[in-house]
């Protein structure tokens, strides 16, 4: 790992240009590339590639899209000559639609006297302010493309212009651990004319690595950046920096800004981080930088489990409404027939309507129907010739809706008819008929439902196998085949986001589905595999110990909460309290074993 690190920094070096240290280059360059938050200041600003901040709306608006959740940040930086330089700026998130951002930067020096050689003329002030509307965008599980539109505004005294902007991005994550991004910081860079001057911000090209490294049954880990920096018409430059990072929230950084060195330290408590960087300025006085940025709201894993939760409950509501719209059709047929005095037909309905129904109250409706039905039927009793007459219609009826598809409504009618002493030989005739469709059906429907469970099409699989269950509700392959391929419709859901959140590097939540899979499928070796794979990857990234957690009071009172919610019952409120403790602890093995253990209570 070390040589790999080093081969790295050797290559960027021999990329390098010669004239890299040449510092008194002519050219001009944009005022605002003093940088926009305190810990990429005290990395040199070599940012472009590792930014995971809301700082990204300036460093690589390709970044936003990965932050975990939404993030504002702020930067005040006092400067030579009381000129002060502030940056500030909010990122939302979504996996689903990009990143987006907006900042605002101000580079400004007030109360500046006026006077000629022998007069005070009184006080003036000048500025430049800019305003950046970021997105970014992932392009498949590791690239990502963004872009800035910048509104730019200067002010000298009672002078004042406009212009705009613009700013593309790229980021890439090579592999789990190195990471590539690329800035064209002004590809169009905006114009402005204040009184007789016009100017042009000039184009910046910023490519950068970072390589992340984990140092194995640590509590620290590492980061290295290389930026190398062109602006137009001057000589290109290099920032780089390293960081050093313990697991209690504190980092130390050093960097190298193209021709000063930096310092830094950073402190995370919870969703707040507060950065610190100090610059050793030639020629002029050494400056200090602080930013503070602030996590809130919803994370992106917290909405991605909300998205699954809410396609299972849409899947299950789609098919309870199924269900309802069929008993609402049935019950209309089967009441109107009632009203109309056509028994038969209302019968059969009823019987129909009674396999969808599913509350008391309309159970006890239908069956209330059904016996006043078989009443006044048995009370009816017709004689011979009524009875060639009521045959008669009984097979017309059962006939038109044989010829529309309705085979089981078709073979009710015919079936009540019989039970009420209606003998006639063409009713049998055409009962035989109807059955020989409905069992030529219902085979048809069950190849084509194993067909295509067997081609991993179930959802079709899925509703051919209920189609025969309209036919034969008691039909023992139509049951489990239909229970079979809802088990697999729910696992290969669940296997696709545990696959997104493996592809992602989210280890945890990818974890949790592929147990969730496991329940439903416990040979499925994939999801075992993959499990596998995760136990290691998380074993090689250094796990925070039992001890640990002890001495952190808090959360270790919160992780003791937790144990108490569990052994009461409450398993969603366990997690919620483990969650917590995990946001700081995100590989601490005692918590992740009782957080899958509470999923799994919640499951059942």
């Known amino acids: 790992m070390i040589r790999r690190a080093i081969l790295i920094s050797v290559l960027i070096m021999l990329l390098v240009p010669l004239n890299l240290a040449a510092s008194d280059d002519g050219g001009t360059e944009s005022v605002f590339n003093l940088g926009a938050g305190a810990r990429a200041m005290g990395m040199g600003n070599g940012y472009t590639a590792l930014v995971e901040d809301a700082t990204a709306v300036y460093y690589n608006p390709a970044a936003m899209p990965f932050l975990p959740s939404q993030q504002i940040s702020f930067l005040h930086t006092v ?15 979504l996996s ?29 002030n000048a500025s430049r302010m800019q305003l950046l509307l970021s997105y970014g965008r992932r392009i498949g599980q590791r690239y990502s493309a963004g872009a800035s539109l910048k509104l730019a505004h200067q002010s000298i005294d009672d002078y004042s212009a406009y212009g705009y902007g613009l700013d593309l991005a790229g980021r890439a994550e090579i592999t789990d651990k190195l990471r590539a991004g690329v800035l064209l910081q002004d590809i169009i860079g905006s114009r402005m004319k204040l009184a007789t001057v016009k100017e042009r911000t000039p184009f910046t090209f910023r490519a950068g690595l970072a390589y992340l490294v984990d140092l194995k049954n640590s509590p620290f880990s590492g980061t290295a950046t290389f930026d190398l920096e062109k602006p137009e018409n001057r000589s290109a430059k290099l920032r780089t920096g390293v960081e050093i990072a313990h697991t209690s929230g504190l980092a130390l950084r050093g960097g190298y800004d193209r021709d000063n060195v930096t310092l830094g330290m950073g402190l995370v408590y919870q969703q707040l981080n507060f950065d610190y960087a100090f610059k050793f300025m030639k020629h002029l006085s050494d400056s200090h930088r602080f930013s503070l940025s602030f ?71 239908i069956n209330t129907r059904i016996t006043g039905i078989l009443h006044m039927q048995e009370e009816a009793r017709p004689s011979q010739a009524d009875g060639e007459a009521r045959a008669m219609l009984v097979i017309h009826q059962a006939t038109d809706m044989m010829e529309k598809g309705e085979l089981k409504a078709a073979r009710d009618i015919i079936d009540a008819a019989i039970g009420n002493k209606i003998d006639a030989t063409e009713l049998y005739l055409l009962r035989r008929e109807i059955v020989f469709r409905m069992d030529a059906n219902i085979k048809t429907f069950l190849d084509e439902a194993e067909k295509s469970f067997d081609h991993g099409d179930y959802i079709e699989a899925y509703n051919k196998y209920n189609s025969v269950l309209t036919l034969d509700v008691n039909n023992p392959h139509a049951r489990d085949g239909s229970r079979a391929a809802k088990i697999q419709m729910d696992i290969a859901q669940l296997m696709k986001m545990a696959m997104d959140y493996y592809d992602q590097d989210r280890y945890i939540l990818s974890q949790r589905e592929f147990n969730a899979v496991l329940l439903l499928d416990p040979g499925n070796e994939t999801a075992r595999r993959h499990l596998r794979n995760i136990d290691d990857k998380l074993r090689d990234s250094g796990t925070q110990t039992e001890k640990d957690l002890r001495h952190d009071q808090e959360l270790w009172q919160i992780y003791l909460d937790g144990v108490e919610a569990y052994r009461a019952g409450d398993f969603k409120k366990a997690i919620e309290l483990w969650d917590k403790v995990l946001r700081k602890y995100p590989n601490d093995k005692m918590t992740l074993e009782n957080k899958k253990q509470a999923e799994l209570r919640v499951k059942e």
């Open 79 to 93: 400067l030579f000559e009381s000129t002060v330089y502030d940056f500030a700026s909010y990122v939302y998130p």
């Open 295 to 365: 996590s809130f709201g919803e994370t992106q894993d917290d909405r991605q489990a909300s998205r699954i939760e809410e396609e299972q409950r849409n899947r299950d509501n789609y098919l309870q409404a199924q269900r309802a719209d069929a008993l609402r059709r049935d019950l209309k047929k089967a009441d109107a027939w009632f009203n109309s005095g056509k028994l038969d037909s209302a019968l059969s309905a009823y019987y129909r309507a009674s396999t969808h129904a599913d509350d008391p109250g309309t159970e006890k409706h």
């Open 96 to 124: 689903d639609f990009g990143g987006f951002g907006i900042a605002a930067m101000r580079l400004g020096t007030d109360d500046i006297g006026r006077r000629d050689e022998n007069t005070d003329l009184g006080r003036f």
